[in-house]
């Protein structure tokens, strides 16, 4: 008996405008039934529900309600779920984003299985995962109606509860493995084809929403139909045509299926499968890779990925853009220098990341030194604040004697540690290149200054790594600092000395691996990697190894961003792990050759693919995606946009 999830209601404006819109959302559905049919020709509404909704992100004004459909066209059944034009509600995504959750006319042979979901508190929603992996959003019922839309399904379609979970129902899953090749090749089963059509149910529309999802249907599903058949023709034969036609969509075993259905066929009946000729099948196989043999290392097999990358990028990832340019980025301002709109802004740095000539600019006020909100004077005002109060800091160690530093044994660590590291942080870049270089020399006044503004945290190891291009970005110490203080407002955590802003990750790391590839979870926990330590590094300094430097400051801008997630960097973590799972899992690697081989991986990574591919994952997990990471882990936002604007004086020191 699984336990009853919880969702909470509380500030929710939808739940409320759900109550009113429900009662006359069924009127309309009940109403319909009357009314002629607008679908194409052929095509009848067998079950509509309004007000199903998307949750694209964790903001209850971003939802987007729609119209859910199942339609039949001859012997196939589709789903559509078209958002609602202008619809009354305060949802600050364009009509390109909503676009983009369409769903229109997905064929139930495409269909694998749908997850329903019954919480004790809240809406029922399902999740509709395809046969090649990739789920769609969660569609939330606000005024009910999966019992129904699972009934509605199950007329139309072989239904059948899984036995591991009874809130799972497998579509189209046939005892026969014949019978499940024929389904994945989007064919009518036999069966159906001298079947009689049932009696149309018509569903009458707005008139506002009748033209656009009229024009969608007629577009998307394909027309089976569209010639009567022959009485004389033979069912067989005709599926034989189609899997002829189909033969490049299909597997090995899938050609070898199809083929001794059609000679069994025509020799008076279906036998087992076991017929077939192993050795023949056997040798086949061997022939087609004996070219390969001697190139490819021998691997164990790999468990298929559920979320099939190329598809799930292609699908969700949206292409990279071009950095943030000077003339574009005036635009998102106005004459006294606020940003217009921040999300706006957010996003379009989520897609392309800055040039690096006015990226001083944009990372102040990405970061929160300087507010979205704040004006040109404002911000030179700020800065000049800010500088005396930097100084202040800075001289409280400056001022320290060669006499009290003996009898201060903490400061003397803490310089001591200091000291060793900002000589070996980023040494090849010429801004810190070269013998007494006066950067490295503000990395340490920096960091040491910082020890004072945060004692109880002080220094740790991987500090430095995060200041360089802060310091390389704004070429200014009191700026940079105050930066790396808006840094570590997120990041601090993963510097305790308890470590639990980093096993808070690692759990949320964990769990999000086993939602979107439990195979790759499951070899883990069997080779005692289940603690995810080899990915404590990426965690640390987001990256910072791993990538190249400019990489490095267009991933940490995108990041920065929180447009899609705050936690977009577990994403990126989940994305390289399903990147390198056939490598790991087919090499069998325990956790020592996995730590080598992910410290390898250094310099290697594809960031424009990776990033796209972590897109994909954080929107295809949505909320499943969001509930495994704990309240409170880090990077937390920060407490308000006006941090910077007063300072404690418990603060300093």
């Known amino acids: 008996m699984q336990e009853a999830e919880l969702h909470d209601l509380s500030d929710d404006a939808d739940y409320a405008a759900s109550q009113q819109q429900g009662s006359a959302s069924i009127m309309r559905c009940d109403s319909g039934k009357k009314s002629s049919s607008s679908e194409p020709e052929g095509a009848q509404i067998v079950y509509l529900k309004d007000n ?3 949750h694209p992100t964790q903001f209850a004004s971003e939802r987007i309600s729609g119209r859910l459909k199942l339609i039949k066209q001859g012997s196939s059944l589709f789903m559509t779920w078209i958002p609602y034009k202008g619809q009354s509600t305060n949802a600050r995504l364009s009509e390109k984003d909503r676009n983009l959750y369409t769903i229109r006319a997905v064929p139930f042979a495409d269909v694998r299985s749908i997850r329903r979901h019954t919480p004790a508190l809240g809406w029922q929603y399902i999740i509709v995962v395809l046969s090649f992996g990739l789920a769609f959003p969660p569609l939330y019922f606000y005024n009910g109606g999966v019992r129904e839309f699972l009934a509605t399904v199950k007329q139309h379609v072989l239904l059948v509860r899984s036995a591991e979970d009874a809130n799972v129902f497998l579509v189209n899953d046939f005892q026969n493995p014949l019978q499940r090749t024929l389904s994945s090749l989007e064919l009518p089963r036999a069966v159906s084809i001298a079947s009689v059509p049932s009696t149309p149910v018509s569903v009458g529309e707005s008139s506002s929403q009748q033209n656009e999802e009229r024009t969608d249907v007629r577009a998307s599903i394909p027309q089976y139909n569209g010639t009567q058949r022959q009485k004389g023709h033979d069912p067989a034969r005709d599926i034989s045509i189609q899997v002829l036609e189909k033969f490049s969509l299909v597997t090995k075993f899938a050609r070898e299926t199809t083929s001794q259905l059609f000679r069994e066929t025509h020799s008076n009946g279906f036998g087992p499968l076991e017929r077939r000729n192993s050795n023949q ?10 070219e390969y043999k001697e190139d490819v290392p021998v691997q164990s097999p790999v468990d298929p990925d559920p979320l099939e990358f190329d598809k799930l990028s292609l699908v969700w990832g949206k292409p990279r853009q071009p950095p943030l340019g000077l003339e574009e980025w005036a635009t998102f301002l106005d004459s006294e220098g606020r940003v217009v709109d921040p999300k706006a802004l957010r996003k379009r740095i989520f897609y392309g990341g800055v040039e690096h000539k006015f990226r001083k600019e944009v ?26 109060e930097y100084e202040t800091i800075k001289n409280q160690w400056q001022s320290i004697s060669p006499g009290q530093a003996k009898r201060f044994t903490k400061f003397r660590e803490r310089k001591g540690l200091i000291e060793k590291d900002v000589v070996r942080t980023d040494r090849s870049l010429s801004f810190y290149d070269g013998d007494d270089n006066p950067n490295v020399n503000l990395l340490r006044d920096i960091l040491l200054t910082y020890s004072f503004y945060n004692f109880d945290l002080g220094y740790c190891q991987g500090m430095s790594d995060l200041l360089s291009p802060i310091l390389f970005v704004m070429e200014d110490e009191s700026e940079s600092f105050w ?6 407002e997120r990041l601090g955590p993963n510097f305790n000395r308890d470590q639990n802003g980093m096993h808070s990750q690692l759990f949320a790391l964990s769990k ?8 790759l979870h499951k070899y883990f926990e069997q080779n005692d990697c289940l603690n995810y330590f080899f990915c404590f590094r990426w965690i640390l300094i987001q990256f910072k190894r791993e990538l190249e430097y400019e990489q490095t400051m267009r991933l940490w801008e995108v990041l920065w961003t929180h447009y899609l997630s705050e936690h977009l ?14 490598k790991i899992m087919g090499e069998q690697m325990d956790f020592d050759t996995l730590l080598k081989f992910i410290n390898e991986l250094s310099g290697q990574i594809e960031l424009d693919a990776i990033l796209r591919d972590a897109e994909a994952l954080c929107i295809c997990a949505g909320e499943n995606g969001a509930a495994c990471i704990p309240p409170g882990t880090p990077p937390s936002l920060p407490v308000d946009n006006g941090l910077f604007y007063s300072q404690q004086d418990d603060e300093v020191l």
């Open 52 to 54: 199903v909704t998307i």
């Open 483 to 488: 930066c790396f203080v808006a840094l570590m």
């Open 281 to 290: 099948s056997a040798l086949d196989y061997s022939h087609e890779s004996s």
């Open 512 to 519: 999000l691996v086993e939602l979107l590839d439990r195979p």
């Open 569 to 582: 960097h577990l994403y990126v973590c989940v994305a390289i792990l399903k990147r390198y799972r056939g």
């Open 363 to 388: 990372w102040a006020i990405l970061l929160g030194y300087h507010s979205y909100e704040s004006t040109y004077a404002e911000r030179e005002y700020q800065k000049s604040i800010k500088k005396t």
